[in-house]
């Protein structure tokens, strides 16, 4: 019986192109999986694909339909943000059944959707990854966690509740009526093409959550541009120097980011594939 | 009798030379002014005008001393945030009685102190500012404000509560134990260096701020870089749209940024200088 997973592009659209890649690898690998790319995929106004009410439609359509097992978020880059109201409301029972895979500005939605309970939402690799060079290895962890595979899962989640953010996002959801409570889970964060200095800001504006956390690991830090001067502080050191401040344990690295060895991180206390 | 100014950098140095100038500039037209540039302006450690230690220390220097009737920001950059705790909570009698001017990343001090009650805090151009082009009349003007002479202010701040913020400094600001209370207040936002992206994701991020205000005014949005496609919606249509969603007046365009022309804003109810 094959298995049903729904593709939309809640931000910035894919091409053509890079949906046949990402089908092709799925019928190769997984044959069980039957991928539907959305055909709002592809549309674009603007800095989006397509206008909100599109991206909502489009997302609303993939995540309450009976027929399909799973919602898969086709890239991030900026826009999930400005459609979770009122799309996380208008969810229904069908929709809360589903695995919810994707990262990047898509944590707007998996935050959105861990904070309402609804689904399991999973960090993972995006069919837009299908462009790095070993994309071909990320996407087909996320494509083996659809179809019931758990190995592309991060290694070291150990028990207790976790989730996964870029942390410009997560800086950006915290506040907003879709932030979930973090309380007691290990934060993996991750960030690309962010100054050092400016990351060292996001770790101030977020202190009063890495407070209630039971520890932060450090996901990969990527093509951050260079500055006027050096910052003078590792990346490493910075999210330390924080975890300091707020009291919260620093338990270091993670294998998360924007890279083609970014791995896969179900939200909670999950840690094999949605009905697996 | 003179008016002495205490000068700090809680965040990034400037050069004995761009002191110097404010000096002379200050010693021409306004002589009742006794500018005294703390050595520590001068300092460097990486990315920040010294230590947090010694830049902390260098604020409440400047801000605890009795022979001292205001203090002025040298340059924002980024960094004032890293010594709100414990240097809020250290401030004196003093200081309550002073004047604070600055702008840009020191607004984390404006606001903190906003938030506490502690003196009166002003956006205003700051030493750094003499650089620009028509750099000597965005200084001038703090100068006469601290001189007494209240031309500098921005023109349409109408009677009720007013506060103005770099956006980026305000957001990560917000949700922090140093946040002011800014209902039914009148904010006024500027950027720098931002993608309109970016910007979009920042009002999103303080849209429960934004329904709490009595209006919002738009400063200038400088330096924008390129993306990588255009976003699709002005600036100025990117304000309105998310002053909209959150059920809050749009009041139009005011007179503050990263420019020559930032003009000064006193935050609250105040019009004249402190003490004037």
């Known amino acids: 019986m094959s298995i049903r997973i729904a593709i939309c592009a809640p931000a910035t659209p894919i091409t053509r192109e890079q949906a046949q ?9 997984f044959p069980e999986l039957e991928l539907s790319f959305h055909e709002q995929c592809f549309a674009q106004e603007g800095h989006f694909a397509g206008p909100d009410t599109m991206r909502m439609s489009a997302f609303l ?48 939605l998996l935050g959105a959707l861990y904070r309402n309970g609804i689904g399991a939402p999973v960090h993972a690799p995006m069919p837009l990854d299908i462009k790095r060079e070993g994309g071909e290895v990320a996407v087909g962890r996320s494509l083996a966690w659809l179809a019931g595979e758990g190995s592309g899962i991060e290694p070291d989640l150990g028990d207790g509740p976790v989730a996964a953010f870029n942390l410009t996002t997560l800086a950006m959801l915290a506040g907003t009526p879709f932030m979930p409570d973090l309380t007691g ?30 520890g932060l690991r450090l996901g990969e830090v990527t093509a951050v541009p260079e500055n006027d001067r050096p910052f003078g ?44």
Chains 1, 2 share one sequence.
């Open 233 to 276: 502080q590792s990346i490493e050191n910075i999210a330390k120097s924080w975890c300091r401040r707020a009291g919260v344990p620093y338990l270091g690295r993670a294998a998360i980011g924007h890279t083609a060895s970014n791995r896969i991180v179900p939200f909670g206390l999950a840690r094999t594939p949605h009905g697996a």
């Open 185 to 214: 889970h290990v934060l993996i964060v991750e960030e690309v093409a962010e100054h050092l200095y400016a990351i060292d800001r996001l770790f101030f504006h977020l202190s009063p959550l890495l407070s209630t956390l039971a």
């Open 61 to 108: 359509e993939c995540a309450n339909d009976p027929g399909s097992d799973a919602v898969w978020f086709a890239k991030g880059g900026y826009g999930s943000n400005r459609i979770l109201d009122p799309a996380i409301g208008s969810l229904n029972a069908h929709a809360g059944r589903k695995s919810f895979l994707g990262y990047s500005d898509c944590g707007f």
């Open 21 to 29: 890649a990402v089908s092709a690898l799925a019928a190769a690998e």
